[in-house]
C-alpha cells in the first residue's frame, strides 16, 4: 500500500498568515492527489483535487502544489474558519489510503 | 443541491451484522461511482468500498474484503453496504461518499458503527 506521511501534525497559526502542510508520497502517485478539510462533527470537504485543482465553491486563498513526490496545501491568509483537521488522500492506486492528518488552530 | 443521508447505524454485538443505507439526491445517482469511507473515533479516515455505476464492479481493501459488501439500487438512487462478522476495531463513522475513482467529491454526514458486547 502506498502510504502517505503528512505534516506537521499539528500546528498553531496566526489570522493572515501563510500556512502550508505537506503530504509525501511513498512512490510516484502523479497528480492524483486530494485534500480535504474536516470541522469537529462534521464530514470532510473536498478541497482540492489533481494536486493543484480548486473544488468548486472552495475560496482562492487554497492552494495546492507538487514537487515530485511531495505535495503541499497552502492556505495564503489564514481566516477565523479555517481551522480544522486537513488529510490528503492519494487516488493513483487501490488501496487509497489517506494521511495520517494536520490539526490547524487559530494562535 | 447533492444530498447523501445515511442510515441503519447502531450497537451491534461482534460477529452480528448490520446493514448500512445511503439515500441520495441532487444529482443523477446512477452517473456517479459511489463509495463507503470510515473514521474510528479520533483517528483518519479509511477507504472502505466502491462500486461501479452498474453495480457490476465492487472494490474493497483487505481489512473488510471478504466481511463487507457494497451494493445499490439505481432505481431508488441508494446505495448499501452490508457488514458481517463485525469486529470491535469496525467501530467508526461511516461517511457515504461519491467517488471520481481517485477521490471523493460529496460526502453525507455519516452514521456511527459501535461494535462492543
Known amino acids: 500500500d502506498i502510504q502517505m506521511t503528512q505534516s506537521p501534525a499539528s500546528l498553531s497559526a496566526s489570522l493572515e498568515e501563510i500556512v502550508t502542510i505537506t503530504c509525501q508520497a511513498s512512490?510516484?502517485?502523479?497528480?492524483?492527489l486530494a485534500w480535504y478539510q474536516q470541522k469537529p462533527g462534521k464530514s470532510p470537504q473536498l478541497l482540492i483535487y489533481g494536486a493543484t485543482s480548486l473544488a468548486d465553491g472552495v475560496p482562492s486563498r487554497f492552494s495546492g502544489s507538487r514537487s515530485g513526490t511531495q505535495y503541499s496545501l497552502k492556505i495564503s491568509r489564514l481566516q477565523v474558519e479555517d481551522p480544522g483537521i486537513y488529510y490528503c488522500l492519494q487516488g493513483y492506486s487501490a488501496p487509497r489510503t489517506f494521511g495520517g492528518g494536520t490539526k490547524l488552530e487559530l494562535k | 443541491e447533492v444530498q447523501l443521508v445515511e442510515s441503519g447505524g447502531g450497537l451491534v454485538q461482534p460477529g452480528r451484522s448490520l446493514k448500512l443505507s445511503c439515500a441520495a439526491s441532487?444529482?443523477?445517482?446512477?452517473?456517479?461511482?459511489m463509495a463507503w469511507v470510515r473514521q474510528a473515533p479520533k483517528k483518519g479516515l479509511e477507504w472502505v468500498a466502491t462500486i461501479s455505476t452498474s453495480g457490476s464492479r465492487t472494490y474493497y481493501p483487505d481489512s473488510v474484503k471478504g466481511r463487507f459488501t457494497i451494493s445499490r439500487d439505481n432505481a431508488k438512487s441508494s446505495l448499501y453496504l452490508q457488514m458481517n462478522s463485525l469486529k470491535s476495531e469496525d467501530t467508526a463513522t461511516y461517511y457515504c461518499a461519491t467517488d471520481r475513482q481517485d477521490y471523493f467529491d460529496y460526502w453525507g454526514q455519516g452514521v456511527m458503527v459501535t461494535v462492543s458486547s
Open positions: 512512490q510516484d502517485i502523479g497528480n492524483w
Open positions: 441532487g444529482f443523477t445517482f446512477s452517473n456517479y461511482y
